[in-house]
């Protein structure tokens, strides 16, 4: 059973610029989460979907989005980036309902110059 | 809030010589506690769920225990390939999200 793909895998932009990141979830799962992940702040929250409805939210800006697909694929959007928004970008995918594991992507690394 | 702390934040054994990493948290109910294992550029791997106090769960050298506050990772005759960050979440019960507060890690080392 092929596992959580992202894609790009790295990523270098301009601050200022806006970026879209993609994840393919496990075959029937239907829940998807992204998680940013920094050397000073570990991983942190940044969205979950599930059936294409953001369940929940964390702590970031608006210029973080997502959104999910009919097929479960999500995407996550970062607009007018700061240096700050560097950082390795998770995806996990979940079944959504009666079981709680998340199994995670390689992630995509961005950094912003 | 729901809060994780990891100690140490590093550990260097040597080969064969057996220890334990912590995970203390603070959750309004816990629905699970997950270890992971992070490998330097890749993502996390799942490794354990355990749900309620006084279970265990066993892979291979590791062992995961749980309590009502506080977690633990037992590495039972540690080879260099168990070298990694291991990490440690919880997800709160309640309806409508399944997302995990993760602790910041304990990076291990496992000098041959």
């Known amino acids: 059973k092929a596992g959580v793909t992202q894609t790009p895998r790295y990523l270098i932009k301009t601050r200022g610029q806006q970026v879209t990141l993609s994840c393919s979830p496990i075959?029937?799962?239907?829940?998807v989460s992204w998680y940013q992940q920094t050397p000073g702040q570990g991983l942190q929250f940044l969205f979950e979907y599930f059936s294409e409805t953001q369940r929940n939210k964390g702590n970031f800006p608006g210029r973080f989005s997502g959104r999910q697909f009919s097929n479960s694929r999500s995407e996550m959007n970062v607009s007018t980036l700061e240096l700050g928004d560097s950082a390795l970008y998770l995806c996990a995918s979940s079944r959504g309902i009666s079981s709680y594991e998340q199994y995670f992507g390689p992630g995509t690394r961005l950094t912003v110059t | 809030e729901d809060q994780v702390t990891q100690s140490p934040e590093a550990l260097r054994l040597q080969e064969g010589e057996s220890s334990s990493l912590n995970c203390s948290y603070t959750?309004?109910?816990?629905?699970?506690l997950f270890w992971y294992r992070q490998d330097p550029g890749k993502g996390p791997e799942f490794l354990f769920t355990?749900?309620?106090a006084g279970e265990e769960k066993e892979k291979e050298r590791l062992k995961a225990t749980l309590t009502k506050k506080e977690s633990f990772l037992h590495i039972t005759a540690p080879k260099p390939e168990d070298s990694a960050t291991y990490l440690c979440?919880?997800?709160?019960?309640?309806?409508?999200?399944?997302?995990?507060?993760f602790g910041k890690g304990t990076k291990l080392s496992v000098i041959p």
């Open positions: 959750v309004s109910g816990l629905r699970g």
């Open positions: 075959s029937g799962h239907r829940s």
């Open positions: 355990l749900y309620s």
């Open positions: 979440a919880v997800q709160a019960s309640g309806a409508g999200s399944y997302q995990l507060t």
